[in-house]
């Protein structure tokens, strides 16, 4: 196995996958159609944490460029019931 140098190469356009820890599903899944307007996206719960507080979500979307991934990562860690994205 040989180690990456460098950064990874990705076509755009392509879906990219975000991990979330959150505290509120309802509230996320409005932020997600605020932020991601027109862009296909799926989310799902994909777990919760230990003591029930927390949530673990997953959002893949199709995002446009790099720029465009970004902002969406952004946004997302700004959001209220946000409190870590992957």
């Given at each position: ?33 605020t ?22 979500m ?29």
């Amino acid at each position: 196995m040989q180690p990456l140098e460098g950064r990874p190469e990705l076509s755009y356009p392509c879906c990219w996958t975000y991990r979330i820890i959150c505290t509120d599903e309802i509230a996320l899944q409005s932020e997600i159609v605020t932020l991601v307007g027109e862009a296909g996206h799926t989310l799902r719960h994909i777990g919760d944490s230990a003591s029930g507080r927390y949530l673990r979500m997953e959002l893949i979307v199709s995002v446009r460029d790099e720029a465009h991934r970004n902002e969406i990562f952004v946004a997302l860690g700004r959001a209220t019931m946000v409190r870590f994205v992957l």
